[in-house]
C-alpha cells in the first residue's frame, strides 16, 4: 500500500506521553507516535493534555491523572476521551488504541478499523470470557510469550518495542555497579537483585520506583536490605538520568519472578552497550540473546557466576544487537504492516456491498425505464 495514513494514536490517561519518570506503556506510545509522525503519517494522539508531541493532541484529561489531586474517577476521563474519538472517527483510516480492553465496546459499535496493542500480562483466568466475547478485535501483542493464555484471540502479529536509538547512548566502559531499574514489587525481584550485588561483591544501585500499592511491601521487606553494604538505594529515575546510569553499570540486573510481557529495560540496557542479567521468565528468551545482550539464568548461582567475568563482555556487540532489533524506526515499521493489512481488509469487505449496491441501482433505472416507455 505505502501510502501516507491517517492515524489515531489512543493512550492511557494516568501519565503524560511521554511520562516524566515511571510509565512505560506512554513511554512506547510516544516513541511510536513521534517516529510515525516522521515517516510523514498524519497522526493525532489522544492523551493528557500535558503530553508533548509532533502529533496534533486532542486532551483526554488536562494532565497526567498521577498528578491531579482528587482527579476522581479515572475511568470517567478515559470514556470521555473515547467519545472524543467517536465524534472524530471519520478523520483516520485506523485508530492504534493502546487502553486493553477498555475501548472494545467503542469500537465494535462503531465499526471503526482499529488495533490494539495489549500491553500487560494475560494469564489472569477472568480475561478468558472477555477475550471469547470481543475475538472480534484485532490484537497485537509485545512477545510471543504474553499472547499464550490467550492463543484464541484475534491476534494481527506481535510487534517487539523499540526506541529512539539516539535516545540513549553506547558507553564503551562501565564504572564499578550494577543497577535495578524500574518498580519495587514482589514481582520484580529487587531482593534478588540485592542477594545477586551482595555475594558477587560488586555494589548495586537500584533506581526505583514505589508505588503506594507497594509501600507496605517496600517498608517491611525491601528497606530492612537497603542497610547492606554497597546498596544504594536512588528512588525513581527520569529520562535524563538513565543514560548515566545505565551506561556506567557492568550489568543490569533483572531477576524477575513473573511473566513479563516485555520488559523495557532490557533494550534500553542493549542501547548503552550493558549487559542484562535476567532471570527465565516470561518475555526474556525472546528480548534477550544469551551470552550477546546478557544472559539468561534459571537460579541466583547462576546470575553471580556469570558476574565473574561481566568486565570483559562484548558491550559493542551488545549495541549492535539493539540496533538491529529493538529501534523505534523498526517498531514502526512493523505497526504500519500492522495498519496497512487492517485497512486493506476494511476496503476488500466493503467492495462485495459497493457492487451489490451498483447493481441495485442500475436494475431501478431500468425499472424505471420500463415503466415510462409503456
Avoid at 508531541?53 to 498528578?67: D, F, I, Q
Avoid at 476521563?77 to 467517536?86: A, I
Avoid at 543497577?179 to 560488586?202: H, N, Q, S, W, Y
Wanted: with cysteine; proline share 6%; charged share 20%.
Amino acid at each position: 500500500m505505502g501510502f501516507e495514513m491517517r492515524i489515531a494514536q489512543i493512550a492511557p490517561l494516568y501519565e503524560s506521553v511521554p511520562p516524566k519518570a515511571y510509565g512505560g506503556t506512554e513511554r512506547v506510545v510516544s516513541w511510536l507516535t513521534e517516529e510515525l509522525v516522521q515517516m510523514g503519517h498524519d497522526v493525532t494522539l489522544f492523551a493528557t493534555g500535558d503530553s508533548q508531541t509532533a502529533a496534533r493532541l486532542v486532551e483526554g484529561s488536562p494532565k497526567a491523572l498521577r498528578e491531579m489531586n482528587g482527579y476522581g474517577d479515572a475511568l470517567a476521563h478515559h470514556y470521555l476521551m473515547m467519545e472524543k474519538l467517536v465524534q472524530q472517527k471519520d478523520q483516520f483510516d485506523i485508530i492504534h488504541a493502546h487502553l486493553d480492553y477498555l475501548i472494545f465496546p467503542f469500537l465494535r459499535a462503531h465499526s471503526l478499523p482499529s488495533v490494539t496493542t495489549l500491553h500487560g500480562r494475560l494469564d489472569l483466568p477472568s480475561l478468558e470470557p472477555l477475550y471469547r466475547e470481543f475475538s472480534d478485535m484485532p490484537l497485537v501483542s509485545i512477545s510471543n510469550n504474553q499472547r499464550a493464555p490467550l492463543s484464541f484471540a484475534n491476534w494481527e502479529s506481535t510487534v517487539y518495542h523499540g526506541l529512539p536509538a539516539d535516545l540513549l547512548h553506547f558507553q564503551p566502559d562501565a564504572s564499578d555497579y550494577l543497577l535495578f531499574l524500574g518498580r519495587i514489587c514482589p514481582d520484580k525481584g529487587v531482593d534478588k537483585a540485592i542477594e545477586i550485588a551482595t555475594r558477587a561483591g560488586i555494589p548495586l544501585k537500584i533506581a526505583a520506583k514505589v508505588d503506594p500499592l507497594d509501600v507496605e511491601y517496600f517498608e517491611k521487606q525491601i528497606k530492612p536490605l537497603l542497610d547492606q553494604p554497597g546498596v544504594e538505594f536512588i528512588g525513581e529515575a527520569n529520562q535524563s538520568q538513565k543514560n548515566e546510569l545505565i551506561g556506567g553499570a557492568k550489568a543490569m540486573l533483572f531477576p524477575i519472578l513473573w511473566p513479563e510481557p516485555f520488559g523495557l529495560v532490557m533494550i534500553e540496557a542493549m542501547a548503552c552497550g550493558t549487559p542484562v542479567i535476567a532471570f527465565n521468565c516470561g518475555s526474556v528468551p525472546e528480548v534477550m540473546e544469551h551470552g550477546v545482550t546478557g544472559f539468561i539464568c534459571s537460579t541466583t548461582d547462576e546470575a553471580v557466576d556469570h558476574l565473574k567475568d561481566i568486565d570483559s563482555f562484548n558491550r559493542a556487540g551488545c549495541r549492535a544487537a539493539f540496533e538491529r532489533r529493538f529501534t523505534a524506526n523498526a517498531m514502526a515499521k512493523s505497526y504500519v504492516e500492522v495498519y496497512e493489512r487492517i485497512v486493506d481488509s476494511a476496503h476488500r469487505s466493503l467492495v462485495p456491498f459497493g457492487r451489490l449496491r451498483k447493481e441495485i441501482n442500475v436494475g431501478h433505472e431500468d425499472l424505471k425505464l420500463a415503466v415510462n416507455q409503456s
